[in-house]
Nanobody, 118 residues
């Protein structure tokens, strides 16, 4: 499945952004989806995941209560709603997919920059 992320930008601290990741190719509904991010000088970290059914989600501790991952299988799109943004959320955000039942995130989008100013 091919992934195309969008929605990044510059926002002030406390603001909101919604990232989108459009998928094409194979059956989107068979794939778990995730958002990762990588800040300058830091390793890539997983931010949020959503199961192929959409019934199970997970978040890294630093974004719990502020970010929400969701998916619309009819539109082949996964979203990341980011509220109460902080400067430390500044990073390049990537979407990724893995076929259901697999462990490795094998497909990656190109990344979208999110910059939060203080």
């Amino acid at each position: 499945v091919q992934l195309q992320a969008s929605g990044g930008g510059l926002v002030q601290a406390g603001g909101s952004l919604r990232l989108s990741c459009a998928a094409s190719g194979r059956t989107f509904s068979n794939y778990d989806m995730a958002w990762f991010r990588q800040a300058p000088g830091k390793e890539r970290e997983i931010v949020a995941t959503i199961s192929w059914t959409g019934t199970s989600t997970g978040y890294t501790d630093s974004v719990k209560g502020r970010f929400t991952i969701s998916r619309d299988n009819a539109k082949n799109t996964v979203y990341l709603q980011m509220n109460s943004l902080k400067p430390e959320d500044t990073a390049v955000y990537y979407c990724a997919s893995r076929y259901r039942g697999y462990n490795n995130w094998g497909n990656w989008g190109q990344g979208t920059q999110v910059t939060v100013s203080s």
